[in-house]
């Protein structure tokens, strides 16, 4: 069966779309590699590529663009709104098909050991794949940016994962992780009380003492004048959709509120709606093997 | 967007496991073309092939078998439990993938009029391919089997849609065609009474005033103690498994009878199941494209 992950690089590079393109086109030519989609955003001036295949394409075909864009990136020449360390800012890998969170976390460590020694490069290593607590978060590691990494990086507790213990000359430092993949569910309210959105969020999400694996905040909807649990399901394999779903529902229940209707934005692994269909069906006995299209999955 | 079919042939040949093997060989090495599953019944004499793929591969795949068929079976020989009228008995495509009925009707006539050329072969058409009314129901085209097909073929009602007003001497007459995919769905009940299942199975079904393309019987699972409402369902693009799930709750809730599980039997498409899940959570906008997986399946 064949292993398919999603790799979403950021490259600091949001306004010139010959070096842009550039950087995108590994992606676009490596086989077994599928570029899904590829943003630019002026004032962040950062690109975001997302690409999922194969973990041989995927590595070949990240390495290629990290190659190019440390090549046409100048980091003292950048300027952005989104914080910053380095030319290729992050690289997260994360699980689709067939692939344990081991597996993508020896993907990541092999692509930063990897590409540390090919470009001279100070490579750390977030998330799943960190060598230390302090290090799972990406904040923790950005703070202070490529202006401030300069002294950061000599002190012994921020020694890089891989590479030199001080910045590339023009490419800053990159941050290389796994994490499992964001899937994001927003939940429709039937009124415009911002703070019975807001209450539900607190109730359904980790930090409030609701779902281990969901984040969530209540956001008003002006145009529709009706408001939305908005929520990230950062490990949909452990708390299901289903899961937020009946408990915002039920939450909303002791305010008269109502569920009408809800919204996933962007992308997510067919497992997450198999869980959905397999829970209110109430199937016993279901494998993913007795769906047609993973059977022809398994050929790629 | 590539488009995928499945596809069941049924041959004349349950025992010979030498020429089972021959038979099946071409959907094993057909590139595009993926060998899900066959299996062979001595009893009935006869070998079921599902298979999926491209329309080019399976067109070539499908063409290739029906040669070895029609090579290594001679009817004259040939006894089973099971209806049949020649070698290669029937042939149905299914759309499981960007896929109209039209394009499933249009390689099903070509593979019939290719195959009623190639191996002067007759060929009648069936279900959405049928050119009358009478010949949608393959039973009904089958009648006389292939011992009384050799007069019944005289009969101008019963002329082949393609190839000769006679039997082939050694492989009769095929039957070729398209229809939906049809998914087998199980509801069980917490009841040990076969009445109430066959009830609920009454008023599901479409011929007793239910569901447009459902067909359900009640059933006893002795060893469990409990009954099952079992369905096909013939077209899950318009009958929606939420649907019979839910018509078969709410019908038993007049019997104080509650559904305690279900099952899926064999293949299905994954959209059925994304129809599911999209009816459960609500969902608004949901496109089948935010799907990773479907994007990898572009690829094909």
Redesign the interface.
Known sequence: MSK?L?CIPNFSEGRDWEKIEKIVEPFRKTEGV?L?DYSADKDHNRLVVTV?GKPSGLRAAVLEAMDVAIDVIDMHKHKGEHPRMGAVDVVPFTP??NVTMEEAVELAREVAKEAAERFDLPIYLYEEAATKPERRDLANIRRGEFEGFAEKIKKPEWKPDFGPARLHPTAGATVVGARM?LVAFNI?LDTDDLEIARAIARKVRHSGGGLRYCKAIGVALKERGIVQVSMNMTDYTKTS??QS?EMVKFEAQRYGVN??????I?????QA??D??EY???????SPQ???????????
């Open positions: 398919i999603e599928k899904l999922i689709v098909r993949p429709n959709l289903y779903f569920v009408v209707g809800s919204e996933l962007g992308l997510l692994p067919a709606l198999f959905v269909a209110y069906l109430r199937l016993e006995n279901f007795q769906v047609m299209e993973n059977r022809l999955l398994e050929e790629l």
